[in-house]
């Protein structure tokens, strides 16, 4: 059973940066795309970036061109750089697989003031 564990969250400024991390226990980590959701409350869970096993990169369009997805395949760690930080980026992120996902984790609070 792979597990799932997200850091990486804090309290920040709008304008400001945050670098979230998740470690997946299991091998075969390498061979998924991989994702970042966020949950809002209230809201659904929406899926935030993907990033492939080859690295190839999509966004959603709100975050397109502030947040940065990669992943190293070798520590089973999916990243997600998030810069220039808006109050409406405050959720709750998870990461899991982009297709068919794993059993969730506890994901990481991120909470941006204006």
């Known amino acids: 059973q792979v597990q799932l564990v997200e850091s990486g969250g804090g309290l920040v400024q709008a304008g400001g940066s945050l670098r979230l991390s998740c470690a997946a226990s299991?091998?075969?980590?390498?061979?998924?795309?991989m994702a970042w959701y966020r949950q809002a409350p209230g809201k659904q869970r929406d899926l935030v970036a993907t990033v492939t096993g080859s690295g190839t990169t999509n966004y959603e369009v709100s975050v397109k061109g502030r947040f940065t997805i990669s992943r190293d395949n070798a520590k089973n760690t999916v990243y997600l750089q998030m810069n220039s930080l808006e109050p409406e980026d405050t959720a709750v992120y998870y990461c899991n697989k982009a297709f068919a996902p794993w059993p969730w984790g506890q994901g990481t609070q991120v909470t941006v003031s204006s």
């Open positions: 299991g091998s075969i980590f390498s061979s998924n795309t």
